[in-house]
Structures are given as structure tokens and as C-alpha cells.
């Protein structure tokens, strides 16, 4: 029997196996993801290598995640809207000697030239949240798995889900 295969896209934007696209996850889905796999709030977290600031994930203009390693990463909420991390390429944190501070530090945005973009100012850090990489990455990829579903479940006429090949 034919199978049509629709296909969930992760949050990378990227496509599964050459189906047919459809919508990624927008900033409101990726942030509550995020939140979902967060731990509670802490007061500070040691950033030990400034490679945090080149690993990190935007999350709309109030959150971000920043990896210090490939399984120990924070979530970020700022204290107000942040509207450089739109136009951000990369960021710079504020720290004491290697420890990022909730409600003390701040992110500051920064474009490709280093520049921060106009209007964002610092953006204060209002909490910290470790993030569980293991079962968001597990979350992640169950978002990029196909669904099979049966020729019977789509309506008559409809070969495949998603928009044509060449649009």
C-alpha cells in the first residue's frame, strides 16, 4: 500500500530525508520547547571558556540558550525585549571573573563587525535556567521524525503533503 510521508521539521529549519517542506517551528514553539526542558531557576552559572558566546541559540528578543558545552546549556530570559538579538550575529555576556549573574550581568548583541546593533543598549539577564540537553535534543529529533500515514487517511486527489516541487 502507498504511503504519503508528511514530515516535521526540527529546529534547525532543515529538511528531512528531501520531503517536501513545511512550516518550522516558530520563536513562540522553540522558546516554550526550551522552557519545557529547562531546570529551575539558578542565581549565576560559570562560563569557564567564552566559547558561550559563539554557541548560543536566539530565541526571540527576550531568551536565548547558551552552550558552554555540547550537553551543559542555560536558557536566558532578559528582563525586557532586546530588539538587537534580531540583527545579532553573535553576542558578548557580562561576567565576574567567570560567572554570569541573573539580574546583574547583561547580553549584549553583536553584528558581524562586532558593532552593537542600534537600540539594544545591555540587555539585563532577569533568570537563568540550566536546560536537560540529553532529553531536549531527544525532543528535537522526534520533531524531524516522519509520520507515516495511510493513502486512505489523505483526501482523493492529494498525492503528497506540502507544497509542489518547484515553489
Known amino acids: 500500500m502507498r504511503h504519503v510521508y508528511a514530515v516535521l ?17 516558530g520563536t513562540p514553539e522553540r522558546l516554550a520547547l526550551y522552557r ?6 539558578v542565581p549565576s552559572f560559570r562560563l569557564t571558556r567564552m566559547t558561550g558566546t559563539q554557541n548560543w541559540t536566539p530565541l526571540g528578543d527576550q531568551a536565548l540558550a547558551v552552550w558552554s558545552s555540547a550537553n551543559r546549556g542555560h536558557l536566558i530570559e532578559l528582563r ?5 538579538m534580531r540583527m545579532a550575529s553573535n553576542i558578548a555576556i557580562t561576567n565576574r571573573t ?3 549573574t541573573a539580574r546583574i550581568d547583561s547580553v549584549l548583541p553583536r553584528t558581524a563587525t562586532g558593532l552593537i546593533p542600534v537600540g539594544s543598549g545591555t540587555c539585563r539577564i ?22 507515516y500515514i495511510e493513502q486512505s487517511a489523505v483526501p482523493s486527489g492529494t498525492e503528497e503533503v506540502g507544497p509542489s516541487p518547484g515553489t
Do not use: K, M, Y
Not at 521539521?9 to 517551528?25: D, E, I, V, Y
Not at 519545557?36 to 531557576?41: F, L, N, R, S, T
Open 9 to 25: 521539521l526540527g529546529l534547525t529549519g532543515t529538511l528531512a530525508a528531501g520531503c517536501s517542506t513545511t512550516p518550522t517551528l
Open 36 to 41: 519545557e526542558h529547562a531546570q529551575a531557576p
Open 80 to 84: 525586557v525585549r532586546c530588539p538587537g
Open 98 to 100: 567567570g560567572t554570569v
Open 126 to 147: 532577569e533568570t537563568i535556567r540550566p536546560l536537560d540537553a540529553a532529553t531536549l535534543r531527544d525532543a528535537q529529533r522526534e520533531l524531524r521524525n516522519a509520520e
